[in-house]
């Protein structure tokens, strides 16, 4: 075995097999062309699934993995529309709801959240946006990038400041020409009409493919507006009307989201449990939904594992036929063949070297197909970011090494029965044969 991998990377051998090859130019490329595009494939769909799992993973991170998210939902209302209609429909979080949760061992800090108005508009422009009336510590307890100006601050709470951060496609649709940045906007409440605010702060955009909604907890990030909750508090109070039907209803959500930020990532998991049993009490109906990201995450990338083997066991399927090609058109070869192997055989020529010298073809077909198969694979995908600019892809180095791998010990499994079948043939029968072929 010492002596046949000797003789197979000499280099002698690996030029003779270049030679051998160069001497069937179009055999070699249309052998080589499965195992091209099996590694192309494979990167293909490696880089693809990557992509957008890595997307799905940072936009779940964002959310913080030692957060747990609380939102108040609109349960479904079996009564007529005309009686819902003459009265305040009560749902979602509670200011009850908060005290306990604030008493939870573990929770280090409670950001709260209220929805007060759903459109936004400066001179001309309107844009549809969640209006959010968040405390000063929600920039901090969630991940949400800032491009330019500040946060909303304890200041800002303190003395009922209107001012308000605005997300990338809020600042956009606004002010497509200008920096919003110190101008002011007008929040729309069907109850209290425009009222101005100064903007401070304009978020980073955050991309995400497919789904943008599904950005930050179900909610486009890119298409909100956060204001203080004290300043939503004193100017809009509790109570939202909204149009549904062509008829105006009221309803009374004190908050809308809730998120808990927990000391240690180990004690989200046991306090979120705590949550859920804590949240049962002064509900009679699930107005409510409970999410953990760190769930989320876990669920995500035990997703992506299973996806990344399912794709690469498809794709694989390429490689194989790359490998039977291979092996089909160096059998050809050893028949073809027979005569120079009787002669090498009679001149002296051991078994090992016959097997090296067709197993040296087969590698040389395999590492050249295997690395236009790369640069194949990472061209489509490099095309793929610049033709679909809302749709990314990854191209992951461990895929790449993998790929080539595989595409090497593919062509050297596939090529070894030829190399030994070569190697066996008696020297007199390959002599006698080659003769009578000629």
Same mark, same amino acid.
């Given at each position: ?9 000499s280099r002698e051998l690996i030029l003779l097999g270049l030679r051998d090859l160069c001497a069937h130019k179009l055999r070699s490329l249309l052998t080589a062309l499965g195992m091209i595009f099996g590694v192309g494939a494979v990167i ?58 604030r008493a939870l061992e573990h929770v280090d800090d409670v950001v709260l959240l209220r929805e007060v108005a759903d459109q936004v508009r400066h001179v001309s422009h309107r844009v549809d946006s969640s209006v959010l009336g968040v405390t ?88 909100d507006t956060y204001i203080p909750l004290s300043t939503a508090d004193r100017r809009y109070g509790d109570l939202k009307y909204q149009n549904a039907s062509g008829a105006r209803e009221i309803k009374e959500v004190q908050f809308s989201d ?112 295997? +690395?236009? *198969?790369? $640069? !194949?694979?990472? %061209?489509? /995908?490099? &095309? ?12 992951? +180095?461990? *895929?790449? $090494? !993998?790929?080539? %791998?595989? /595409?090497? &010990? ?24 080659? &003769?009578?072929?000629?």
């Amino acid at each position: 075995m010492f002596k046949l991998v000797q003789t197979l990377f000499s280099r002698e051998l690996i030029l003779l097999g270049l030679r051998d090859l160069c001497a069937h130019k179009l055999r070699s490329l249309l052998t080589a062309l499965g195992m091209i595009f099996g590694v192309g494939a494979v990167i293909c769909m490696l880089s693809i699934g990557a992509g957008t799992s890595a997307e799905e993973l940072a936009n779940i991170q964002r959310l913080g993995s030692n957060n747990i998210i609380l939102r108040s939902v609109e349960p479904a209302r079996s009564q007529p529309a005309p009686e819902a209609q003459r009265q305040v429909h009560k749902y979602g979080l509670k200011r009850e709801d908060v005290a306990r949760l604030r008493a939870l061992e573990h929770v280090d800090d409670v950001v709260l959240l209220r929805e007060v108005a759903d459109q936004v508009r400066h001179v001309s422009h309107r844009v549809d946006s969640s209006v959010l009336g968040v405390t000063s510590n929600f920039f901090d307890v969630v991940r949400v990038p800032l491009a330019r100006g500040r946060v909303l601050v304890d200041l800002d709470e303190q003395t009922h400041e209107k001012v308000c951060v605005v997300g990338a496609g809020v600042a956009a649709g606004l002010f497509p020409n200008g920096d919003p940045l110190g101008r002011t906007i007008s929040v729309i409440n069907r109850a209290t009409g425009p009222v101005p605010y100064k903007v401070v702060g304009v978020l980073t955009k955050v991309e995400t493919a497919g789904a943008p909604a599904k950005g930050r907890g179900g909610r486009n990030v890119n298409l909100d507006t956060y204001i203080p909750l004290s300043t939503a508090d004193r100017r809009y109070g509790d109570l939202k009307y909204q149009n549904a039907s062509g008829a105006r209803e009221i309803k009374e959500v004190q908050f809308s989201d809730i998120y808990l930020s927990i000391d240690r990532q180990e004690n989200v998991l046991p306090v979120s449990k705590m949550v859920a049993r804590v949240m049962e009490h002064g509900h009679r109906q699930q107005d409510y939904t409970i999410a953990v990201p760190l769930e989320l995450l876990q669920q995500a990338e035990h997703t992506k594992r299973r996806w990344q083997i399912v794709l690469g066991n498809i794709a694989g399927v390429s490689l194989l036929v790359g490998g039977i090609g291979i092996m089909n058109i160096m059998l050809a070869c050893v028949t073809e063949r027979t005569r120079e192997i009787g002669i090498r055989r009679a001149l002296g020529a051991k078994r090992y070297h016959i097997t090296a010298q067709f197993l040296a073809q087969t590698l040389l077909l395999s590492v050249c197909g295997g +690395l236009v *198969g790369i $640069l !194949l694979g990472v %061209g489509i /995908s490099l &095309a793929v970011n610049y033709i679909a600019s809302d749709f990314r892809t990854n191209v992951p +180095l461990w *895929g790449v $090494l !993998l790929c080539f %791998g595989v /595409s090497v &010990a593919i062509g050297l499994a596939f090529g070894l029965y030829p190399a030994c079948a070569a190697a066996r043939l008696d020297p007199i029968r390959a002599l006698n044969a080659g &003769a009578q072929s000629t």
